[in-house]
């Protein structure tokens, strides 16, 4: 697996493993837990290096999963998670990124992951009620007491990004960004650009759409989030299928599979972007991984850029609620 270079020197394999899925959103988990951990080893063994959890994945079992699958690699892999939520019961009931209530998870997270540094520490939302200048000087904190070794944000604005960069410096900002969601490329690469900033796309593969496996006669199960997203509405599945078919089409040409295709087209738009798409099989993994030999030519690139627009794309990629969360 090749490496990249995130913001401050950190240096991942071109592409990582988001881990949520493992635990959440996506129905029940066809494997035990025990496989899982197994999955995730199996990642380390096809040269993956960045590794994405969460506190609020499970809430918990997550971070515990992920802590003990790597346990025996922590001088190989880059750990990232996440802090920002209020958790009760079991549940997350709203945002809260208190300097003291980082701190607490900061604690928490290190125990659950079985680490003595977070690598890198993400703000999962950007909290409204508290000023982001103190949440990147907790941060800082956090890293001169050699708790944390990196700061994230996820689904910032390019002026929050700013204003927290300018108190202490941003590795990574971690955000949607795929062949079908583009609203990053306006004001936020130009923005990391401009200040040193690597960037870690999440749901790379539209959630599972872009690999061509979802149609508009796909079942959902319980549990899993698309269900509740109006870009997965049967109406907007049938409608948006049009731009997996060109994909397809380009995949089965270049002796690739379509979500290869989808990697290999965010790899080739900045080299310090590193897309973490996730999966519970080894096959994915595996499939995934191999996207960054895949080579895309200046033609079919541009075709690739104009591809959302000129298709278009139906419903938006959350709901009311989350994505008044986005872009604070």
């Avoid at 960045?50 to 499970?58: H, I, L």
């Avoid at 346990?71 to 003291?100: C, H, M, Y």
């Avoid at 520490?121 to 070794?149: C, N, S, W």
Wanted: hydrophobic residues 40%.
């Amino acid at each position: 697996m090749h490496t990249r270079t995130l913001g401050q020197g950190l240096q991942v394999s071109a592409i990582g493993l988001g881990c949520m899925g493992m635990s959440q959103s996506y129905g029940p988990n066809p494997g035990s837990r025990d496989v899982m951990i197994g999955v995730v080893r199996s990642a380390v063994d096809l040269g993956v290096t960045f590794f994405d959890t969460a506190e609020v994945y499970g809430p918990y079992d997550n971070e515990k999963l992920v802590g003990e699958a790597l346990q025996p690699f922590r001088d190989k892999v880059v750990i990232a998670t996440k802090f920002g939520w209020d958790i009760k019961d079991g549940k997350s009931v709203g945002l809260n990124s208190r300097p003291e209530h980082i701190r607490r998870v900061a604690n928490a997270s290190l125990k659950r992951l079985r680490v003595d540094v977070i690598d890198l520490f993400y703000q999962h939302r950007v909290d409204p009620d508290v000023p982001i200048e103190d949440v990147a000087g907790t941060i800082g904190e956090l890293v001169r007491e050699g708790k944390v070794r990196h700061f994230g944000m996820s689904e910032a604005s390019a002026a929050t990004v700013r204003r927290a960069h300018a108190v202490f410096p941003v590795t990574a900002l971690q955000s949607e960004y795929s062949l079908w969601t583009r609203d990053p490329e306006p004001e936020i690469l130009p923005t990391l650009a401009e200040l040193g900033i690597g960037f870690v796309p999440f749901s790379p593969l539209g959630k599972g759409f872009l690999t061509g496996t979802v149609d508009a006669a796909t079942q959902f199960m319980d549990g899993d989030i698309r269900a509740t997203i109006p870009r997965f509405s049967e109406h907007n599945r049938a409608a948006n299928h049009a731009i997996v078919n060109h994909v397809s089409d380009l995949a089965a040409r270049k002796g690739a599979t379509p979500g290869q295709v989808a990697l290999a087209w965010l790899l080739a738009q900045q080299s310090w972007i590193v897309p973490i798409p996730g999966t519970r099989r080894p096959s994915r993994i595996e499939e995934n991984a191999g996207a960054a030999t895949v080579p895309l030519s200046a033609d079919e690139l541009a075709d690739l850029n104009q591809l959302a627009a000129r298709i278009g794309v139906q419903g938006d990629r959350y709901n009311e609620h989350h994505m008044a969360l986005a872009g604070r």
